[in-house]
């Protein structure tokens, strides 16, 4: 499995971007899919998931700003940043794990497959 993030940049606070992840080498509807993302300093933090059945759950962060979605067809996973913070820097980490279950979604350790983090930078 290869995943290949896309859409990182710089935005002001308040703002929006949009990230994506190219999912490729396996069968996409067997994964869930997750966001995972980390600040210079910090712990790798969980933003968003969406499991192989649909169903989606994000970080308390990011509640209500951050929205994940997975396109079956093109075989990507979408991250809508909207309402941006300055907190909200960091490297943002696509990940992937094969069958995933509720109780895993937030664990980085469920995944088994990284890409290579695209960087957002808020300015304020």
């Known amino acids: 499995v290869q995943l290949q993030a896309f859409g990182g940049g710089l935005a002001q606070a308040g703002g929006s971007l949009r990230l994506s992840c190219a999912f490729s080498?396996?069968?996409?509807?067997?994964?869930?899919m997750g966001w995972f993302r980390q600040a210079p300093g910090k712990e790798r933090e969980f933003v968003a998931a969406v499991r192989w059945t649909g169903v989606s759950s994000s970080g308390e962060s990011v509640e209500g700003r951050f929205t994940i979605s997975r396109d079956k067809v093109k075989q990507t996973v979408t991250l809508q940043m909207n309402s941006l913070k300055v907190e909200d820097t960091a490297a943002y980490y696509c990940a992937a794990g094969p069958g995933i279950i509720a109780s895993e979604t937030r664990r980085s350790s469920a995944y088994a497959y990284w890409g290579q983090g695209t960087l957002v930078t808020v300015s304020s």
């Open positions: 080498g396996g069968t996409f509807s067997r994964y869930g």
